[in-house]
């Protein structure tokens, strides 16, 4: 490929890019890709170990074969990049910010066992440094509004997915009162489900977490390179038109390795919040939170939607919990889990934007 002359200054960009996306596909994988296979480990149906080589081979595989779809639409869903034509250094370091913003709020929160969303750390990201390059001028806000609220539709799947009986905590009637006790029984929640029914999903929620896991890949993979791909082709053609996509495939492969890494060194901080932290979990509830929530991801991909796999997963296991054990939901737990998706967009927006600030008087 020939690269305009005015473009070689900037090969420190591209180089730095190259790292940052690593740290940032690192994260991803240490907070992110535990989102799949967390609960799986929190019902014991897999070991950790387990759930590492699983994930490995899953979520590269989503990766190469879902990925481009959605980086497609991170790399110009959320920032219309015709107003950047002329000004094509910009929007390098606008897009440099990007992924140091999105990589140093993932690591902290993955320090803090805390799962937060990474489409919504790229989107703040992104947003941060557009406010400070154009301001208000070129932000796709319908597709954000989109993107932002897709994640919801998780919450419709799952209970419907996992009736079970619970307890009625409206009075009755003297007239119709239980008396029976084993009428009573049958519908506490607290009622064990039997051990056989039990191994029966246990080999179905392995299936669910593999296919969670390939939705995963093929979606948030996207986070990490999709800004990577956008500063290799401006470097390359010097142009924000240009339809050439450079090394897909191989930008891809470099995003998935790095959240096989971030899996196998911090993964176990987050896989045991979403397993364990939050409720608890068997074969059965597993199956069907893994199957919800991997339904909505795997949908989202194939529109080239990206959607928060975290909200998803979260979702799912809090909603099964209050079905099945209202009173052992860890509400503690999911209340800094919420708190932390509430600050996620600002506060990758603001470190972006101070970042891209910096960077744009060494222009």
């Not at 980086?71 to 920032?79: K, L, M, S, Y």
């Not at 390179?225 to 891809?252: C, F, K, Q, R």
Request: proline share 2%.
């Amino acid at each position: 490929l020939h690269i305009q002359n005015n473009m070689t200054d900037l090969l420190w960009v591209v180089v730095v890019a190259f790292f940052i996306a690593l740290v940032l596909s690192f994260a991803i994988g240490a907070n992110d890709t535990a989102n799949s296979f967390g609960t799986s480990v929190g019902s014991k149906v897999l070991t950790l170990r387990q759930a590492y080589c699983l994930a490995t081979l899953v979520e590269t595989c989503g990766a190469i074969l879902l990925g481009y779809k959605v980086a497609n639409t991170i790399r110009t869903g959320v920032v219309d990049v015709s107003v950047y034509n002329q000004s094509e250094k910009e929007l390098m370091i606008g897009q440099l910010s990007t992924l140091s913003g999105c990589a140093g709020w993932l690591m902290m929160a993955t320090l803090f066992k805390l799962p937060v969303s990474t489409t919504h750390s790229i989107v703040g990201a992104t947003i941060g440094y557009s406010l400070v390059l154009r301001g208000l001028n070129g932000i796709r806000w319908s597709n954000i509004g989109y993107i932002d609220s897709v994640h919801l539709e998780d919450c419709k799947i799952c209970p419907v997915a996992y009736v079970l009986p619970k307890e009625n905590e409206q009075p009755l009637e003297k007239e119709t009162e239980i008396e029976d006790e084993r009428i009573k029984n049958f519908f506490k929640p607290e009622t064990k489900e039997e051990s056989q029914c039990i191994k029966l999903f246990n080999f179905l929620q392995i299936f669910s977490a593999c296919f969670g896991g390939f939705a995963h890949g093929g979606n948030d993979v996207s986070n990490a390179i999709a800004p990577l791909i956008s500063i290799w082709m401006l470097y390359h053609t010097n142009s924000v038109y240009s339809d050439d996509e450079g090394p897909t495939i191989w930008l891809l492969l470099y995003g998935a390795a790095g959240m096989v890494i971030g899996l196998w060194v911090l993964g176990h901080r987050v896989i045991y919040t979403v397993g364990e932290g939050l409720t608890e979990l068997n074969a059965i509830s597993g199956f069907c939170v893994e199957l919800g929530s991997a339904f909505t991801v795997l949908f989202a991909s194939k529109l080239g939607l990206p959607i928060s796999t975290t909200h998803c997963k979260i979702g799912s296991v809090v909603f099964v919990g209050l079905l099945r054990w209202r009173k052992k939901v860890n509400f503690a737990t999911f209340r800094n889990i919420v708190l932390s998706w509430l600050i996620t967009l600002p506060a990758t927006g603001l470190f972006s934007a101070a970042l891209v600030a910096l960077l744009r008087k060494a222009l």
